[in-house]
């Protein structure tokens, strides 16, 4: 079994950062693609960020310059840097990490709450 724990969200005025930690334990080699996505009230969860392996990152058209995706092997955990916030950034924010243990399985982290405010 793998527990993801995010972290990171908060509240924040509009022009400022924040950055989201996705951190995955238990039964895990490794992480071999992870991506964010969000879901504001009343909405459909939409996808935001996404890395696979070699590093090759893809993002919304909404989020392309001010959001960067990343990972730290040694600490399984997936990041999400976001800068310049607008209020239509917020939402719920839960990560996805499909990990390697002995075959590829993916989860999803319990969100986090990002508000920002104009």
Avoid: H
């Avoid at 509240?11 to 400022?16: E, H, M, P, S």
């Avoid at 071999?32 to 696979?52: D, I, K, M, S, T």
């Avoid at 960067?68 to 040694?74: F, Y």
């Amino acid at each position: 079994q793998v527990q993801l724990v995010e972290s990171g969200g908060g509240l924040v005025q509009a022009g400022g950062s924040l950055r989201l930690s996705c951190a995955a334990s238990g039964s895990i080699f490794s992480i071999n693609a992870a991506a964010w996505y969000r879901q504001a009230p009343g909405n459909q969860r939409e996808f935001v960020a996404a890395l696979f392996s070699g590093d090759s990152t893809n993002y919304a058209d909404s989020v392309k310059g001010r959001f960067t995706i990343s990972r730290d092997n040694a600490k399984n955990t997936v990041y999400l840097q976001m800068n310049s916030l607008k209020p239509e950034d917020t939402a719920v924010y839960y990560c996805k990490v499909v990990v390697n243990y002995y075959g590829e399985y993916a989860y999803w982290g319990q969100g986090t709450q990002v508000t920002v405010s104009s």
